[in-house]
């Protein structure tokens, strides 16, 4: 049973770097058939798709995030990590990392989720 | 990229039958058999219910369906239990760029 489990501080400064870990058990992030993935959720909104990296080294970015986000892997701890800069109080969220299958671009495995908020 | 629109809650009887809607565009929903539906409960991952479309993964009741038309996809819980009580969401692949749009979620409560 795979298992994703997300790290990081709870509370960012404005402007400064938010920076999150997501641990994957019973699973590998060196498997070629999954993108490791990075998803949100504001208070009281809706999903947001972040971006996801693939073994290969391929990373793709939702467009609304205008650069700010960075996503890595880290083969030899079997963990992916996201950066997101210049965070603001709209930033504040619920983040979620997950796994999708490449054959059938379906999210199948989530992390439970770690709020971080951002304020001075 | 705007967000896939649900109904905000939906209720129903132990035993009955609920269906949520998922409404989409011709560049999401209408585009790609690749729809999914999750299920929230606090404190807990996510659970993935329902896969393009109307697949089941491995542990997930038969009380759970999907199906498609046009831009509209929707999930059928049938024979309501106390444990479906959840919140909802849908996601829809997007094309390249965009990738992933979700539903708004719908907060489902059994009577």
């Known amino acids: 049973q795979v298992q994703l489990q997300e790290s990081g501080p709870g509370l960012v400064k404005p402007s400064e770097t938010l920076s999150l870990t997501c641990t994957v058990s019973?699973?590998?992030?060196?498997?070629?058939?999954?993108?490791w993935s990075w998803i949100r959720q504001p208070p009281g909104k809706g999903l947001e798709w972040i971006g996801y990296i693939h073994y290969s080294g391929s990373t793709k970015y939702n467009p609304s995030l205008k650069s700010r986000a960075t996503i890595s892997l880290d083969t030899s701890k079997n963990q992916f990590s996201l950066q997101l800069r210049s965070v603001t109080a709209a930033d504040t969220a619920v983040y979620y990392c997950?796994?999708?299958?490449?054959?059938?671009?379906?999210?199948?495995?989530w992390g439970q989720g770690t709020l971080v908020t951002v304020s001075s | 990229q705007s967000a896939l629109t649900q109904p905000a809650s939906v209720s129903g009887s132990l035993g009955q039958s609920i269906t949520i809607s998922c409404t989409g565009t011709s560049s999401d929903v209408g585009s790609y058999n690749l729809v999914s539906w999750y299920q929230f409960h606090p404190g807990k991952a996510p659970r993935l219910m329902i896969y393009e479309v109307s697949k089941r993964p491995s542990g997930v009741s038969n009380r759970f369906s999907g199906s498609k038309s046009g831009n509209t996809a929707s999930l059928t819980i049938s024979g309501l239990q106390a444990e479906d009580e959840a919140d909802y969401y849908c996601c829809s692949y997007a094309g390249s760029n965009n990738r992933y749009v979700f539903g708004t979620g719908t907060k489902v409560t059994v009577l």
């Open positions: 997950a796994r999708a299958e490449d054959s059938s671009e379906t999210i199948d495995y």
């Open positions: 019973g699973g590998s992030v060196r498997s070629g058939s999954y993108y």
